[in-house]
């Protein structure tokens, strides 16, 4: 399963985008910023939120649900 940085990574190949300008336009520093993508650091709500307004994504194109948990007996 994807995790999230991959999620954010891909839109930005597909945009074109680099990480450093990236970085630039949400005001996440760009070693931060690649921890976060390569999924070396989880990701804050607030984070999340100014890369989905910089990317004019929805909140849940990098969410996935997860599984539900198993019953134990």
Known sequence: M???GEKIRKVLEE???SQK?????T??????LNLILTGKRRLKIEEL???????NVD????LT?????KKSA
């Open 2 to 4: 994807e995790h999230i």
């Open 15 to 17: 945009r074109g985008i």
């Open 21 to 25: 300008q990236f970085a630039i336009e």
């Open 27 to 32: 005001g996440i520093a760009a070693p931060k």
């Open 49 to 55: 939120e100014i890369i989905c307004y910089v990317l």
């Open 59 to 62: 909140f849940n194109t990098f």
């Open 65 to 69: 649900p997860r599984p539900p948990k």
